[in-house]
C-alpha cells in the first residue's frame, strides 16, 4: 500500500476513475460544456476487490492524467488522458512492488463548479433552452434522511432536497441551492471541525466525495472510488486532516481518506448488512467505530509487519438481545457507550457489553429508539425518538458496573427536556453562540427545532423554526387565480403555500392522513377558496381558504394570521382511502374514486348530495372527465385511447381495450412516468419520473395525437431511489411549475417566459364570505371506523327491518302475555274449587316431556351464556381486581363521618393512604466524610503486626516446648546439671536486669507523662477556650440565617437527604397522629353502634312496659337514632344477587327515563342502595348478640299477665294491691329507660363534641404540617438542584483531608524514622567511644608506643566493598567498576605514601607488643566499619531530610488547595442558604403575638420583621438572669482559685527545698558506701555479659570433659602424698635415729676428749667422713623443707577458681632418675 506522502516529480497525477461512471456522469451535461466524443475509450483493467477485515487487498484500476493549466483554477475533466497503473501485490507474493509517485496537490488549487454541477438534458438540434426550468424555491424537508442538518456557522444551515444542497439562512430564511455532480442524488453531506469546509457525498455509479471551501463554495478536492452505489456518512477526525467514509449497499466500503492529498489511506468492507454511521474517537484518532443494522464495531489502525491496517473488532451482544444501534458516543477512555431500539443505553468494553442503562424501576432511557448520543461540557447528551433530550452525568456512566445477574444499572437524568407532542428527534448539532447553549434539532415528524439546554431560571421554551410535510407528499393542487398552492401527505396535514412570496400561509391538522387533493374549480366557487380533500380513511372533507384580515376584529383578539383554513363540509363515500378526486368539466358532479374499488358521484349544486356508485374491476388510480378519447402511460410508452360514443342506444358496458396510437418515449423502460400534467396552453407536457427527474415534452398547436413528442427537457431535481414524482401542476398563468415527490421535497420552478416576474409578486388571498364567522362549524368525521355514505344507508335498512321484526315480536309477546293471564284466571278458578274437585298442576301439563325439554334448553342456554360471559366474567374481575389494588388496597383506612345524635355535630376520621416512600427509606448522607485509608490502614496494620507477634511468640513457644519435653525423657549427667544451673544463674540474672530496665523505663515514662502534663505559664484550659470562642461567636450576636455573613456549622448543613429524612420523619408523625384519631374516631364509631344496639333493647322493653300501662300514664318512645351510611363506608363494598338486581333496575330505569327524580336518586350513589339493602337484611346493624344484652332489663315482661288468657273477672283487693304495684314500677321502669336512653345519647354526644374539639386542634397541626410538607418538598427540590455541584465540592474536600492526612501520616513516619535513625547514630558514635576507651585500656599509661599505634587506629584507608554478582549480564560492568576502585585504592594509597614515607602500619615496630599491635589493627577495622555505617546513617538522614521537606511543601499547598475548597464550599453553602431563604415559610400568628407596631397599629411594611418563638424569647430572658449568677459565680470561683494558686506557690517552694535535701542524703550516702557518686540506674541494670557468661559455660562444660581426668591425677597425687609420707616417716625415723646417733656421739666425743685430754692430742680434730656425712643430711633437710612448701602453694592454688596445675617439684635426684621417652 502507498503512503499518502509519496510524490513526484513529473507533475502528473494519477486518479482511478470508472469509465462507465464518466460516461453516464457526462451524458448529463449541457451543450455549452466539452461533448462526450463517442469513440472515447478508456482502459480499464478488469479487477477483482477483496475486503477482508483488519487488511486490504484490492488493485486499482486505470487512472487518468489530469493537466493543471493557469492558475489552476479549473479542471477539465473531458481532456484526460488514459494512462495505466502497476498493480499492486502482496508483499510475499513480489519482492519489490512498483509505487504511483503522485505530485503534491497545490493548497490553493480548486476545481471549476460549473464544470462539475449536473446540467440538463436536452435532445441534439432541439430549440428547448437550458433554463427551461429554474428553480425558485424549496418547500419540502426531507426529514427521514440521517445526518440531514449541518450548521456552517451561527446562521447558515444545509441539508439535502433531493439533488440540491440548501443553504437556508436562519434569520432571513432564503435558500441559496449547490447542485450534484452526479446528477444521481446525495448521499450524505458533513462539515470540517473548524467550519472551513464541508464535503457532498454522491450518490450514483463509483461517485465521488466533493470537498467545498466555505463561504466561497468552491470545490476544493475530489475523492474518487470510495464506493460502487452512494455513500452513507462521512466523519472528519477531530484535527481535520482525515475523512472517514463509509458505503450503502452493495459493498459498505469502509474509507479512510487524506482528503487534502485524494488520497486513500486505509479499505475495507465495514460490514455485511447496512451500515449507518462512522466516526473518529475525539481522544484518539487511530480508533473508530461503525454501526448500523444489527452490530456495532470497533476499529483501529495499527502497523503490522505488511503496513498500516485497518483491524475491526465486531461487538459481542451476549444476552443482550441484538439491536440496530443508530446513536453512540466513544468515551475518552476507549468505552463506546451506545443506544438500543428499546431506549437503554450499552456501554461497550472490550467489544462486549459490560453493562446496560437504564432509569429507576427498569424504566428505559428513552420511550424508543436513541438516535444520538454526545458529550457536551462533561455531561452526556442522548436524542431520543421519544421527542425527549435527557443530560446524564458522565462520570456516573463511565464508572458504571454490573451489580446483579440483570445486567441492569439504574441512573437517573439529571436533566430533561421534552420538546413537544408528536416529535421524533432524529439529530442536533450545537450553535455556537457565546454565552448560550442554544441546539438545532432534526425532527424526523417535519420540522427543524431551536432547543435551549442550559436548564436555567431564563431558560427558553423549545422554537420550532420551520415546519414541513414529514414523509411523501402525496398531492398538491393550484389556485385557478393566484400563486397559491395546497399540499397534503400521509402526516395528516393540509398545508397552503404563497410560492409567490415563498412563505407557508396556514396548514390544518386532522386524524387522518391526506391522499389526493384538487383546488375547487371556478365555476364551483368562483373566489377560488375552496379546497376539497380525500383521505386514508375515505372520507372527504372542504375545507374553505380565506383571508382573515377581513373578518371583523373583536377586542382582546389574537395575533391575525395571514390566512386561515376552515372545514366547510365533510362526508364519507368510501372505506378505503380516496386516490382520486375529478369535478366534471361544467363542475355540477364531483367523482371520487378509492382503493375500495368504487368510484362515487355528488351533486354539487345540493351540496354534494350522493347520486350514486360504481364498482371498478381494481382499484381507482386517476379519474378524469374525458372528451372522446384519452391518453395513458405505461412503461416506455403513451397510449392514446378512444371512449366509445355517448349514445344511449348502444351498451354502456362495451369497452374498447385496444389503444388507436402509441408513442414511445425514449430512456423510459427502466424509468417509468408516474405523473403527466399539461401546462394551461397546453403547449407543454410536464412528465414527473419515478426516479425523481422532470422531463418536459414541447408541443406543437393543434396536435391531438402528439406526433411532435420527440424532443424534450429533462433534469433530476427529486431523489433518484425513493423521491419519484407524486404530483405535478402548473400555475394560473403558467409560470410556475410546483412538483411534490415521495422524498418529502416541493419544488417550485419559474418556466421560462419572454415576462419578466416581478420580485415583489405575492399571491392574493380570498375574502372571506359575509357571515362565515357566525356559521357553525360541521362536525368532523375523527372516527376512522366511521360509517361510509353506502355504510350508513345500509346501515339504516338493516334497522329498520330489525325495528318491524320487533314490532312483531312485541304483538307475539302481547298475545302470550294474554294467553297467560287467561291460564293464570283458570289456576285461579281451580284452586277456588274444592279439593276434591281441583285438578292437580301436573293435570294442566299437554305432554311433561315439553317441560322438560323446556329446563334441559334453559339449562343448556344458561350454561352457553356462562360460557359466553366467562371472558366477560374474568375481564371485569380483573378490572375489578385492579381498581382494588390501584384505589382500595393502598388505602389505609377510609373517611368515616360519625354524626351526632341530638345535634348537627359530626366528625370525620382522615382519608389515610400507607405511608409515603420518605418515610421507608434513608439515603446515606453525601457530606459524611468517611474514614480515610491511612486510618483503616492504621487500624488493619497494628492488628496485624499484634497477630505477627503473637504468632511469632506462640511459635516459639512450641518449640521450646517441644525441646523441654525431650529433655524430661533423658537422663541428666552431674555436667548438663551444671550447664543448666549455670544457664538459670544467668537467665535469672538477665531477667533480674530487664526488670530493672522496665521499671526504670516506666519511671522515667511516668516523670516525662508528669512533666508533659505539667501546664505551662501561658496554659489556658481548653473548656474555657471552647466556652470563650461559644460566646465570642454567638453571645451578643444573634446571627441570622439570612444574613450575608452567616457561617453555617457543621452540623447544620443540609443536603437532599436529611431533608428527605426531615420529610420522612414529618410523614410518619403526621400519619401516625391520624392514624390514632381515626382509632379513636371508630372506637367513636362502635361506641355509636353499641349505643344505638342498646337504644333499641332499651326501646323494646319500654314498648313491653308501656302495652300494659294505661295510654294516659305513657311516655312519648325515645326515637332511635339511626346509622348513616357514611358512617359505615365498608358497608359499601358488601353485596349480594338482590342489591345487584335493584343496582341494575335503578341503572336501566335512570338510562331509560333520565328523570330528576332518578337522576337524584341515582346521585346518591349505588353505595347508598347497598346500604340499605343491608342494613334492613341485617337487622338495621343490630347484631343478634343486642337482644342477649338486655335480657336482664327484658325480664319485666315477663311478669305481665295475660289477661286474654282467662276470662275476665272482678279482681279481689289483693290483686288490685299487686296491680297497683306492679303499675307503680312500670312507671318508675317507664321513666327510668326512657333517662338512661337520654344519657346514653347525652354521653355520646359529649364524647364526639370533645373528640371534635380535639380533631379541630390536630386539623390545625395537620395543615400546618401540609404547609411544611410543602416548604420541605420545596426544599428537597432546590437541594437537589444544588446536589451535584456540592457533592463534588464534598468529594474534593475529602480528597484533599484524606490526601493531607495521608501525606501528615509519611511526614509522621519520616521524623519517626529519621528519629530511630539519629538513634542509630548515637549508638554509632557511643561505640566508636568505647572502641577509643577500650584502646586506651589496652595500651595502658607510660607506653611508648601510644603515639603509633593511635596513629595506625587513626589512619584512614580505602577498602574494596565486596558486591555480589547478581548475573551475569553484569559481570563486565562490575569488574570495570571493581578495577576502577583499585586503581583510585592504589591511587590513594600512592598518594598517603607520598604524604608520609615514613609512617608504615604494616610493620610492627621493634621492642613493641605484637599482640597489642594487632588488637590495634582489629581495632581500626571496627571504627572504619563503625565510620562506614555512620556515613550510610547520615545519607539515609539526609534523604529522609529531603523528603521531609518535599513533603512539607506538599502539605502545604494541599492544605491550602483544601482551605480554597473549604472556603468554595462554605460559599456553595450560603448561596444555596440564600436560595433556602427565599422561600416562603406560612407561619400563622395572631394579633396579639405581633410585637411591632408603629403608633399602635401594624405597619404595611413588614419586610424587617423577625418571627421568634415565645420558647425561644422567653428562654433569653432567662438567659439574662443565668448570665448574671453565672458572671458572680465565676468572680467567686475566680478568687477561690487565686488563693488556691498562692498556696500551691508555697507548697511548691517547700517541696522544692525537700528535694534538694533528699538529694544531698543520697549524695552523702553514695560517697560513704561507694566512694563516689553512682549512676543508681546504671548499677540496677548491670545486665549480665552474654559473651562473657558463654565462654563461662564452655569453660565449665571443658572442665567438666576433663573430669576424669582430673581424677586420675588426684588419685596420683594422693598416691604421691602417701608414699611422701612414707618417706617423710621414714626420713623421720632416720633422723631419731640420727640424733640418737648425734648424742650417742656427743657422748662418745665428750667421753673422747675426754679420753683425747687423758690419751693425747693425735685424737683432737673432727673426722672427714663425720664433717661429709653432716653436710649431707643438711641438705636433705633443706629439700625436704622446699618441697612441703611446694605442696602447700600447690594445694592453695587447687582451691582457687581457674587455678593452674603445676608439676609436682622433684629434687634432682629425681630428675636425674627419671626414665627417658624414646
Not at 355 to 361: D, I, N, Q
Amino acid at each position: 500500500m502507498k503512503e499518502p506522502d509519496d510524490q513526484d516529480t513529473d507533475g502528473e497525477k494519477s486518479v482511478t476513475s470508472k469509465s462507465d461512471g464518466k460516461k453516464s456522469l457526462r451524458s448529463s451535461k449541457s451543450e455549452s460544456r466539452s461533448p462526450v466524443q463517442e469513440d472515447n475509450t478508456f482502459l480499464e483493467d478488469a479487477t477483482d476487490e477483496t475486503f477482508t477485515e483488519g487488511e486490504e487487498s484490492y488493485l486499482e484500476e486505470d487512472s487518468d492524467e489530469e493537466r493543471l493549466e493557469g492558475s489552476l483554477s479549473s479542471f477539465q475533466y473531458d481532456d484526460l488522458q488514459s494512462t495505466t497503473v502497476s498493480q499492486q501485490t502482496p508483499a510475499p507474493a513480489v519482492e519489490e512492488a512498483e509505487e504511483e509517485v503522485k505530485k503534491k496537490i497545490s493548497e490553493s488549487f480548486f476545481y471549476d463548479y460549473m464544470e462539475l454541477a449536473s446540467m440538463p438534458f436536452v435532445t441534439l438540434d432541439s430549440d428547448i433552452p437550458l433554463d427551461l426550468l429554474t428553480l425558485v424555491h424549496s418547500f419540502g424537508y426531507d426529514c427521514r434522511k440521517r445526518a440531514n442538518l449541518q450548521l456552517l456557522d451561527n446562521s447558515i444551515a444545509v441539508y439535502i432536497a433531493g439533488n440540491q444542497l440548501i443553504f437556508l439562512n436562519l434569520k432571513t430564511k432564503e435558500q441559496i441551492y449547490l447542485r450534484s455532480s452526479s446528477g444521481e442524488g446525495i448521499g450524505v453531506i458533513g462539515v470540517h471541525p473548524h467550519k472551513t469546509y464541508f464535503t457532498v457525498a454522491e450518490k450514483g455509479s463509483f461517485p465521488d466525495i466533493i470537498i467545498y471551501e466555505y463561504p466561497s463554495l468552491r470545490p476544493y478536492r475530489i475523492l474518487r472510488d470510495g464506493t460502487e452505489k452512494g455513500y452513507a456518512y462521512v466523519n472528519f477526525n477531530y484535527s481535520g486532516t482525515l475523512l472517514a467514509s463509509v458505503g450503502s449497499n452493495p459493498d459498505y466500503t469502509l474509507t479512510i481518506w487524506n482528503w487534502k492529498e485524494e488520497q486513500p489511506i486505509l479499505r475495507t468492507k465495514a460490514f455485511s448488512q447496512e451500515v449507518f454511521k462512522v466516526t473518529f474517537n475525539p481522544d484518539n484518532e487511530e480508533q473508530l467505530t461503525t454501526s448500523g443494522s444489527g452490530h456495532i464495531k470497533f476499529w483501529e489502525m495499527a502497523f503490522t509487519f505488511t503496513g498500516l491496517k485497518l483491524q475491526g473488532s465486531l461487538g459481542r451482544f451476549g444476552k443482550t438481545t441484538t439491536t440496530d444501534i443508530e446513536g453512540y458516543m466513544e468515551l475518552p477512555d476507549g468505552k463506546v457507550l451506545s443506544g438500543s431500539e428499546w431506549g437503554n443505553m450499552l456501554l461497550w468494553e472490550g467489544g462486549l457489553i459490560k453493562v446496560e442503562l437504564c432509569r429507576g424501576t427498569s424504566k428505559s432511557c428513552h420511550n424508543g429508539p436513541i438516535n444520538q448520543i454526545m458529550l457536551d461540557e462533561g455531561e452526556v447528551i442522548t436524542v431520543g425518538s421519544d421527542g425527549c433530550v435527557r443530560i446524564w452525568d458522565f462520570e456516573t456512566i463511565d464508572t458504571a458496573d454490573i451489580i446483579d445477574e440483570t445486567g441492569l444499572l439504574e441512573i437517573e437524568p439529571i436533566n430533561e427536556l421534552q420538546v413537544d407532542k408528536n416529535v421524533n428527534l432524529f439529530s442536533m448539532i450545537k450553535m455556537s453562540e457565546a454565552g448560550n447553549n442554544f441546539w438545532l434539532a432534526q425532527d424526523a415528524n417535519g420540522a427543524i427545532w431551536k432547543l435551549d439546554l442550559s436548564f436555567s431560571n431564563i431558560t427558553q421554551d423549545p422554537e420550532c423554526l420551520f415546519s414541513f410535510h414529514s414523509g411523501a407528499v402525496e398531492a398538491v393542487a393550484v389556485s385557478p387565480l393566484t400563486y397559491l398552492m395546497a399540499t397534503t401527505a400521509l402526516d395528516c396535514s393540509v398545508r397552503i403555500y404563497d410560492f409567490a412570496s415563498k412563505t407557508l400561509l396556514a396548514q390544518m391538522k386532522f386524524k387522518q392522513g391526506g391522499t389526493a387533493l384538487v383546488w375547487v374549480p371556478r365555476m364551483v366557487n368562483f373566489t377560488g377558496a375552496e379546497i376539497i380533500v380525500g383521505f386514508e380513511d375515505g372520507v372527504v372533507r372542504i375545507l374553505e381558504l380565506y383571508d382573515p384580515k377581513g373578518l371583523t376584529v373583536f377586542v382582546g383578539r389574537k395575533t391575525i394570521s395571514d390566512a386561515d383554513i376552515r372545514l366547510k363540509q365533510v362526508f364519507k363515500p368510501h372505506t378505503a382511502c380516496v386516490t382520486a378526486l375529478a369535478y366534471e368539466r361544467d363542475g355540477e358532479i364531483l367523482a371520487t374514486g378509492s382503493k375500495d374499488q368504487t368510484v362515487f358521484f355528488f351533486e354539487v349544486e345540493m351540496d354534494y348530495k350522493p347520486i350514486g356508485y360504481i364498482n371498478t374491476p381494481g382499484p381507482v388510480c386517476q379519474l378524469m372527465w374525458s372528451p372522446m378519447s384519452h391518453g395513458d402511460y405505461d412503461s416506455g410508452f403513451l397510449y392514446h385511447c378512444e371512449f366509445p360514443p355517448c349514445d344511449e342506444s348502444r351498451d354502456f358496458k362495451e369497452q374498447k381495450d385496444e389503444p388507436i396510437d402509441v408513442r414511445y418515449l425514449e430512456d423510459t423502460e427502466d424509468n417509468p412516468i408516474q405523473t403527466i400534467t399539461f401546462n394551461i396552453n397546453k403547449v407543454m407536457m410536464f412528465c414527473g419520473m419515478k426516479n425523481g427527474a422532470i422531463r418536459v415534452y414541447v408541443l406543437n398547436q393543434n396536435d391531438p395525437s402528439l406526433t411532435s413528442l420527440v424532443d424534450y427537457w429533462h433534469f433530476n431535481m427529486h431523489d433518484n431511489n425513493y423521491g419519484c414524482i407524486k404530483s405535478m401542476a402548473s400555475s394560473f398563468d403558467d409560470r410556475f411549475l410546483v412538483t411534490v415527490g415521495a422524498d418529502g421535497n416541493i419544488f417550485v420552478f419559474n418556466i421560462v417566459s419572454e415576462f419578466m416576474l416581478r420580485k415583489d409578486i405575492k399571491a392574493k388571498l380570498p375574502s372571506p364570505r359575509f357571515g362565515i364567522e357566525t356559521e357553525p362549524i360541521p362536525e368532523d368525521i375523527e372516527d376512522p371506523k366511521a360509517y361510509s355514505i353506502e355504510n350508513a344507508r345500509r346501515k339504516r335498512e338493516h334497522d329498520k327491518l330489525m325495528k318491524e321484526v320487533e314490532e312483531i315480536k312485541a304483538r307475539k309477546r302481547e298475545q302470550i302475555k294474554a294467553l297467560r293471564i287467561k291460564f293464570c284466571k283458570l289456576l285461579e278458578m281451580n284452586e277456588e274449587l274444592p279439593k276434591h274437585m281441583q285438578f292437580k298442576r301436573t293435570d294442566f301439563d299437554v305432554d311433561s316431556k315439553i317441560r322438560a325439554e323446556m329446563h334441559r334448553k334453559t339449562a343448556f342456554k344458561i350454561q352457553q351464556v356462562e360460557k359466553e360471559l366467562a371472558w366477560e366474567k374474568e375481564k371485569h374481575e380483573l378490572g375489578l381486581m385492579k381498581l382494588k389494588n390501584r384505589f382500595r388496597e393502598p388505602l389505609e383506612s377510609d373517611t368515616i363521618v360519625v354524626h351526632a345524635i341530638l345535634s348537627d355535630h359530626k366528625i370525620s376520621s382522615y382519608r389515610l393512604v400507607q405511608p409515603s416512600k420518605y418515610s421507608k427509606f434513608k439515603r446515606a448522607s453525601q457530606s459524611e466524610r468517611k474514614p480515610s485509608k491511612l486510618d483503616r490502614f492504621e487500624k488493619e496494620g497494628t492488628g496485624r503486626k499484634d497477630s505477627l507477634r503473637d504468632a511469632g511468640g506462640s511459635i516459639a513457644i512450641q518449640e521450646e516446648s517441644i525441646i523441654e519435653t525431650g529433655k524430661k525423657f533423658r537422663p541428666k549427667t552431674l555436667s548438663e546439671i551444671m550447664v543448666e544451673n549455670q544457664i538459670e544463674k544467668t537467665r535469672k540474672l538477665i531477667l533480674k536486669a530487664e526488670r530493672a530496665q522496665l521499671k526504670i523505663q516506666q519511671r522515667k515514662k511516668e516523670w516525662e507523662e508528669l512533666y508533659k502534663s505539667k501546664p505551662g505559664d501561658d496554659y489556658e484550659d481548653p473548656k474555657d477556650l471552647q466556652a470563650i470562642k461559644e460566646a465570642q461567636v454567638y453571645m451578643g450576636d444573634f446571627n441570622l440565617k439570612t444574613a450575608p455573613d452567616y457561617k453555617i456549622p457543621e452540623h447544620m448543613r443540609i443536603n437532599a437527604a436529611k431533608k428527605e429524612e426531615d420529610l420522612g420523619h414529618l410523614d410518619s408523625l403526621v400519619h401516625g397522629n391520624k392514624r390514632y384519631m381515626n382509632k379513636c374516631i371508630l372506637s367513636l364509631r362502635d361506641l355509636k353502634v353499641a349505643v344505638v344496639e342498646e337504644i333499641q333493647c332499651l326501646v323494646q322493653e319500654l314498648k313491653n312496659i308501656q302495652s300494659t300501662l294505661h295510654v294516659s300514664k305513657h311516655i312519648p318512645i325515645p326515637q332511635i337514632p339511626q346509622i348513616h351510611p357514611e358512617e359505615v363506608p365498608e358497608k359499601r363494598f358488601q353485596y349480594d344477587e338482590e342489591t345487584l338486581l335493584n343496582f341494575k333496575q335503578q341503572h336501566m330505569k335512570s338510562d331509560d327515563e333520565k328523570s330528576p327524580r332518578v337522576e337524584q336518586t341515582g346521585s346518591e350513589g349505588p353505595g347508598g342502595g347497598f346500604l340499605k339493602l343491608s342494613s334492613g337484611k341485617d337487622g338495621d346493624l343490630t347484631t343478634r348478640d343486642s337482644m342477649s344484652r338486655s335480657s336482664k332489663a327484658s325480664t319485666f315482661s315477663l311478669d305481665i299477665p295475660k289477661y286474654m288468657e282467662f276470662e275476665k273477672a272482678e279482681p279481689t283487693d289483693v290483686e288490685l294491691e299487686i296491680m297497683k304495684r306492679d303499675e307503680i314500677k312500670h312507671v318508675y321502669m317507664q321513666q327510668y329507660l326512657v333517662n338512661r336512653v337520654k344519657e346514653l345519647i347525652v354521653t355520646f354526644d359529649a364524647e364526639l363534641r370533645l373528640l371534635r374539639h380535639q380533631k379541630l386542634k390536630l386539623d390545625t397541626q395537620m395543615k400546618l404540617s401540609d404547609l411544611h410538607h410543602v416548604t420541605l418538598f420545596q426544599e428537597i427540590l432546590l437541594l437537589k438542584n444544588f446536589e451535584k455541584q456540592e457533592n463534588i465540592l464534598q468529594e474534593r474536600v475529602n480528597s484533599l483531608d484524606k490526601e493531607e492526612q495521608y501525606m501528615q501520616w509519611k511526614i509522621n513516619e519520616t521524623l519517626k524514622e529519621m528519629e530511630e535513625k539519629k538513634n542509630e547514630i548515637t549508638k554509632l558514635q557511643e561505640q566508636e567511644k568505647a572502641l577509643y576507651a577500650g584502646f586506651q585500656t589496652a595500651i595502658g599509661e607510660n607506653n611508648k608506643f601510644a603515639n603509633f599505634l593511635m596513629k595506625v587506629l587513626k589512619k584512614k584507608i580505602k577498602r574494596v566493598k565486596k558486591k555480589e554478582v547478581e548475573g551475569d549480564a553484569d559481570e563486565d560492568e562490575e569488574s570495570e567498576e571493581s578495577s576502577e576502585e583499585e586503581s583510585s585504592l592504589e591511587s590513594d594509597e600512592d598518594e598517603s605514601e607520598s604524604e608520609d614515607e615514613v609512617f608504615d602500619d604494616s610493620i610492627c615496630p621493634t621492642n613493641c607488643d605484637v599482640a597489642l599491635f594487632e588488637l590495634t589493627l582489629q581495632l581500626r577495622e571496627k571504627r572504619l566499619d563503625i565510620e562506614e555505617a555512620l556515613v550510610e546513617e547520615k545519607k539515609v538522614v539526609d534523604n529522609l531530610k529531603k523528603e521531609y521537606d518535599t513533603l512539607s511543601k506538599k502539605v502545604k499547598i494541599v492544605a491550602t488547595n483544601l482551605n480554597a475548597a473549604e472556603e468554595a464550599l462554605e460559599a456553595y453553602q450560603r448561596e444555596k442558604q440564600q436560595r433556602l431563604n427565599e422561600l416562603l415559610v406560612v407561619i400563622p400568628l395572631k394579633l396579639h403575638q405581633i410585637e411591632y407596631v408603629v403608633f399602635g397599629e401594624i405597619p404595611s411594611d413588614l419586610s424587617g420583621t423577625l418571627v421568634f418563638s415565645n420558647h425561644a424569647l422567653k428562654r433569653l430572658q432567662e438567659r439574662i438572669h443565668e448570665l448574671q449568677e453565672e458572671n458572680s459565680k465565676q468572680q467567686k470561683l475566680n478568687k477561690e482559685w487565686r488563693e488556691r494558686r498562692k498556696q500551691l506557690i508555697q507548697e511548691k517552694r517547700e517541696m522544692t527545698k525537700t528535694i534538694h535535701k533528699m538529694e544531698e542524703t543520697v549524695r552523702q550516702l553514695m560517697i560513704s558506701k561507694f566512694g563516689r557518686v553512682v549512676n543508681l540506674e546504671a548499677l540496677q541494670t548491670l545486665s549480665v555479659n552474654t559473651t562473657l557468661e558463654e565462654l563461662k559455660i564452655r569453660k565449665l562444660r571443658k572442665e567438666l570433659a576433663n573430669a576424669k581426668e582430673m581424677k586420675m591425677w588426684e588419685e596420683k597425687i594422693a598416691q604421691m602424698r602417701w608414699e611422701l609420707m612414707m618417706k617423710t616417716k621414714e626420713h623421720t625415723r632416720k633422723l631419731y635415729q640420727m640424733n640418737d646417733l648425734c648424742i650417742e656421739k656427743k657422748k662418745l666425743d665428750s667421753r673422747l676428749n675426754t679420753l683425747q685430754n687423758q690419751q693425747g692430742n693425735a685424737f683432737q680434730g673432727l673426722r672427714e667422713a663425720d664433717v661429709v656425712a653432716r653436710e649431707e643430711v643438711t641438705e636433705l633437710i633443706q629439700l625436704q623443707a622446699e618441697r612441703i612448701s611446694a605442696l602447700k602453694e600447690e594445694i592453695a592454688l587447687l582451691r582457687r577458681k581457674g587455678g593452674l596445675i603445676l608439676p609436682p617439684i622433684q629434687s634432682p635426684q629425681e630428675k636425674e632418675m627419671q626414665p627417658v621417652d624414646l
